[in-house]
């Protein structure tokens, strides 16, 4: 090893890959070894205890006719709404807003509050956020207060305790969350745009909606694409908000894939069928991830 | 776009000379809607805040909106020997503090070897660890549970250190990669030329050099481990163990039916990130950016 700097290329190399040997080991058992195993695994019935059987697609063709299964498959549709498409919208108009317009008028310090103000929700534990919200949007909480308050009582609800409400209820706190990282994306984007660009347009005539269609939008769209794909990914992988809200509930309305895996192989043991549906989950998140990484390696070639 | 860049472009150099924009007399008002929103936003944390420091007589003849009359910390106190919350605190501090550690020197490692080894199959070591870390946990938590409790490992807070050094440095790999591709060629086979070895070259020239990002990173592997929940969740069972972000989690089944107590759970939950997001807070907001991938 001292003597690395030797002129023979294969000798050269041969030193490094010791340094990959901690990381590797890591992940063969913590992530690869795993991954296999649970594929393997939605391929058999097994209650964790005993020899799994081998039941070949079984599992993947109850899959198919598994209600519970397409109900949250329908319920991830909906919380793209409130992963990716309102945070999106909401924080390109709020970063261009503070881009655009307060930093220009107001200076610099302004923008890096509001930023790090609507940020804050983003850091928060998961579960904290939960208790938290749960506490608000309670029968007797300060939600329904407020709405008899302001002589709205007739809209007061169990919000996340009525089949109707619940998933909207969820969907406003995951907003909540959300919109901080979006926020924060785009205005790392936009600082690298010129300002210049929106003093011409504006001498030339054009306002703060068509700048912000016509320059902030196509200057953002790679942040953008990464946020929207990111945001897709996770909404996939959404658990610890219904988990900590719902559990699922009231009659399976905010059941999603993670909550129902966790359902099978936690509580009613079917190790295999929760399997089947984890690689389920797997697969929709890979085909996601390569757009992504496909993008990402574009992007750096330019 | 293209045409969009080059209009502007050109108008540029014909604005350079000219004057500042004017202020608009609207501003006020934009100005005005953008602090309502954020006091929305922020709304949450100020109910929380005065519901945990009120008196339950006082939320019940007042309701959560009125301030406290009286400073009150009963149910803050209540809340915190109900759980122990100081040990949970313990337990987050020091599984994300191994974590943030651990996961930074392995990152390193392993960019050591793929920015400036330049080791072969770089990339699609890269990708392996990339797509490693966006497929979602229900994918390997179970073999993950079953292998801990057979190796006896299960309910121990190392179980869940490693997991998530090696989900977190995976990562890190990642990003300290592309920092260390560009790092100077010369200034590492100067170094070489002077007799240093690769492990000297690492800890003497390279490491000095990328110790702000490193910083970075760990800041960032501290606060996502503090927040996970599934795997901490399914690993941590005993009481003695459990995370900061797993009590919460399990705090609607103990049934709090004193809104008071639940306002109380929630601010102590919270003061930990205040606490954090007060140091960290240029790192976290700028960072993030570079952090999107998660």
């Excluded at chain 1, 549709?77 to 909401?90: A, D, E, Q, R």
């Excluded at chain 2, 939320?59 to 106190?77: E, M, R, T």
């Excluded at chain 2, 050099?209 to 901490?232: A, D």
Aim: aromatic share 12%; with cysteine.
């Amino acid at each position: 090893m001292a003597t690395a700097a030797s002129n023979n290329p294969a000798t050269h190399l041969r030193g490094y890959y010791l340094y990959l040997i901690p990381g590797a080991l890591g992940f063969l058992l913590i992530v690869l070894i795993p991954q296999v195993a649970n594929f393997v695994l939605s391929f058999t019935a097994w209650k964790g205890v005993g020899t799994p059987r081998w039941i070949g697609l079984q599992n993947y063709q109850r899959l198919l006719q598994d209600d519970q299964f397409w109900g949250s498959m329908q319920h991830t549709l909906l919380f793209i709404i409130s992963m990716t498409i309102i945070p999106v919208i909401l924080g390109v108009v709020l970063a261009s807003l503070l881009f655009d317009y307060i930093r220009d008028q107001f200076g610099e310090t302004l923008p890096s509050l509001f930023r790090a103000g609507f940020y804050l929700p983003q850091i928060l534990p998961v579960t904290t956020a939960g208790v938290l919200w749960g506490w608000i949007l309670s029968p007797v909480g300060v939600a329904n207060m407020v709405l008899r308050a302001i002589g709205l009582g007739g809209l007061a609800q169990n919000w996340i305790g009525d089949a109707t409400w619940a998933l909207p209820a969820v969907s406003l706190m995951i907003v909540w969350i959300q919109v901080g990282y979006c926020l924060v994306v785009f205005m790392a984007g936009l600082s690298r745009i010129d300002p210049s660009l929106y003093e011409a347009a504006q001498l030339d005539g054009a306002g703060w909606w068509q700048r912000l269609y016509n320059i902030t939008v196509p200057m953002l769209a790679p942040e953008i694409f990464v946020v929207v794909l990111t945001t897709l990914i996770a909404a996939l992988k959404v658990f610890a908000p219904v988990f900590v809200l719902t559990a699922g509930g009231p009659d399976n309305a905010t059941l999603v894939p993670s909550y129902l895996t966790y359902y099978h192989f936690f509580t009613t043991q079917r190790v295999g069928y929760a399997a089947a549906i984890a690689v389920v989950q797997m697969a929709l998140t890979v085909v996601l991830a390569v757009i992504f990484l496909r993008f990402q390696s574009r992007q750096q070639a330019v | 776009m293209a045409e969009i860049l080059s209009i502007g472009q050109g108008t540029t150099r014909a604005a350079a000379t000219g004057t500042r924009r004017k202020l608009g007399p609207g501003r006020w008002f934009v100005l005005v809607l953008l602090v309502i929103a954020l006091a929305v936003t922020l709304f949450p944390f100020f109910l929380t805040l005065i519901n945990g420091i009120k008196s339950s007589v006082d939320y019940a003849a007042n309701g959560p909106l009125s301030l406290p009359k009286s400073i009150d910390f009963s149910a803050i106190v209540k809340f915190w020997t109900l759980t122990d919350f100081g040990l949970k605190l313990w337990n987050s501090a020091l599984i994300s503090g191994c974590v943030a550690i651990a996961g930074t020197i392995i990152s390193l490692l392993n960019a050591y070897a793929i920015g400036i080894g330049k080791v072969r199959g770089s990339r699609v070591i890269l990708v392996i660890l990339l797509l490693g870390i966006m497929v979602p946990q229900e994918s390997i938590v179970y073999p993950i549970y079953y292998m801990a409790k057979a190796t006896g490992f299960y309910d121990s807070l190392l179980s869940v250190i490693i997991v998530f050094t090696v989900l977190q440095s995976a990562f890190g790999t990642y990003l300290l990669s592309s920092v260390l591709g560009s790092f100077p060629r010369e200034i590492i086979e100067a170094a070489e030329i002077d007799g240093a070895s690769r492990w000297q070259v690492l800890w003497f020239v390279v490491v000095p050099v990328v110790r702000p990002t490193m910083l970075v990173i760990g800041t960032f592997f501290f606060i996502w481990t503090w927040n996970e929940f599934l795997i901490p969740l399914v690993m941590l069972v005993s009481n003695n163990h459990q995370t900061v972000s797993v009590a919460m989690g399990l705090t609607r089944g103990q049934n709090l039916s004193d809104p008071v107590l639940q306002a109380a759970a929630s601010l102590l939950g919270i003061a930990p990130t205040i606490v954090f997001f007060l140091i960290f807070q240029r790192t976290l907001t700028r960072g993030v950016a570079a952090g999107a991938v998660k």
